[in-house]
């Protein structure tokens, strides 16, 4: 059974700084790999997904990058803004074409 | 494109009461996802269809959940009887291909309280 860890649960850091959230999940037999981001009372914005071919995803300020073997994956923020706050979650794609979800770290921008 | 919509966006009722909730995917979209979201968890699925045909319902109560997907476009979800640990933000996804393995598109979801 595939388990999904998001560490730290909550970060906070200053406007303009850059900052990595981390995801590792148990089960390195995937397909993908998925980052998300919720806002309070909202539903889920897809943020980038990652292949298990690829090695790093990029869109804008944000890099997510997928390491299958050890089972981990980043997602890097670059010039961080008030409006990224949110929680974001991973979720990984296993065989079973589930999505298992992590809990998600809360992330807050300090202006 | 319009996005994944869900109705009601919030509900309030008793334990034992039932209620259904609704969810319109992303034209051309053939598969669609129940999740329910726990608060401080991340969502977990419920139940998976491709077109109007069940593809996993293995996390379904099915003692007390029901969904149907008529016509293979929208799909609600019923919850009869509700108990207090229903209480939760429940999502509805949609995907184009018939794989999780493509990007998935979230509603805004229903938010359940039940008192």
């Known amino acids: 059974k595939q388990e999904v860890t998001q560490i730290p649960a909550a970060l906070s850091v200053p406007e303009g700084e850059n900052l990595v959230l981390n995801c590792s999940f148990t089960?390195?037999?995937?397909?993908?790999l998925q980052w998300f981001r919720q806002d309070p009372g909202k539903g889920l914005t897809s943020l980038l997904l990652?292949?298990?071919?690829?090695r790093e995803q990029t869109s804008g300020r944000l890099n997510a990058s997928l390491d299958k073997s050890s089972g981990r994956s980043t997602l890097y923020i670059a010039a961080s803004q008030p409006g990224d706050s949110a929680t974001y979650l991973c979720?990984?794609?296993?065989?079973?074409?589930?999505?298992?979800f992590g809990t998600g770290t809360r992330l807050t921008i300090i202006p | 494109e319009a996005g994944v919509a869900q109705s009601p966006r919030y509900k309030i009722i008793e334990k034992r009461q039932s209620v259904a909730f609704w969810c319109n995917p992303i034209?051309?979209?053939?598969?669609l996802y129940w999740y329910q979201q726990i608060l401080g968890q991340g969502p977990k699925l419920l139940i998976q269809?491709?077109?109007?045909?069940?593809?996993?319902d293995s996390q379904l109560p099915k003692d007390r959940f029901s969904a149907e997907r008529l016509k293979g476009v929208d799909s609600t979800l019923k919850i009869q009887p509700a108990k207090l640990e229903d209480s939760a933000v429940y999502l509805c996804?949609?995907?184009?291909?018939?794989?999780?393995?493509?990007?998935?598109?979230f509603g805004p979801g229903t938010r359940l309280t039940v008192l």
């Open positions: 996804a949609s995907t184009r291909g018939q794989s999780s393995y493509n990007e998935q598109f």
């Open positions: 089960d390195s037999a995937i397909y993908n």
């Open positions: 990652i292949q298990s071919s690829q």
């Open positions: 979720a990984p794609a296993g065989g079973n074409e589930k999505l298992t």
């Open positions: 034209s051309g979209h053939a598969t």
């Open positions: 269809f491709q077109n109007n045909g069940v593809v996993d």
